[in-house]
């Protein structure tokens, strides 16, 4: 929950350099963006299902699609999008930054800014080996 491998990697929400620890709302959700970005012919294998519990009364920034350009979606990412989490890290005003899914239309990844004050109220409540379904990494 460090946000280390998106700092040293960066993602199409962060720069290189900056923390940050992705998650997704729903399991269907975390399985399609680790498909988007495993080759195919390789089934991931090792991965555990982390579940986690934010605290109800947890401010958080929401962006909306229609606040996008229309490339927002690019690979290689947009430096738009990086720009917009560079701000909310920067700010650190908010725990949660709730972006629109690249992968899913209409679902929400949150993204969580490991440097902010109530991180530490995020807690780990479940942990459980997850297996993918080899149809989805077929060539």
Not at 24 to 30: G, I
Not at 85 to 100: S, T
Request: glycine share 6%; net charge positive; hydrophobic share 40%.
């Amino acid at each position: 929950m460090s946000g280390k491998g998106a700092e040293l990697a960066g993602g199409r929400w962060n720069s290189i350099g900056q923390a940050m620890f992705y998650t997704a709302e729903n399991r269907a959700l975390c399985t399609a963006e680790i498909a988007v970005h495993t080759p195919l012919g390789i089934v991931p294998k090792n991965y555990y299902l982390i579940s986690i519990e934010i605290p109800q009364d947890t401010d958080m920034l929401e962006i909306d699609v229609k606040d996008l350009p229309k490339n927002w979606k690019t690979f290689p990412h947009s430096p738009i999008t990086k720009k917009v989490c560079d701000q909310f890290i920067a700010q650190n005003n908010f725990l949660i930054m709730k972006v629109p899914s690249a992968v899913i239309h209409g679902a929400y990844n949150c993204l969580i800014n490991p440097t902010h004050k109530n991180f530490k109220k995020v807690n780990i409540v479940g942990s459980e080996p997850f297996a993918f379904d080899k149809r989805l990494f077929d060539k």
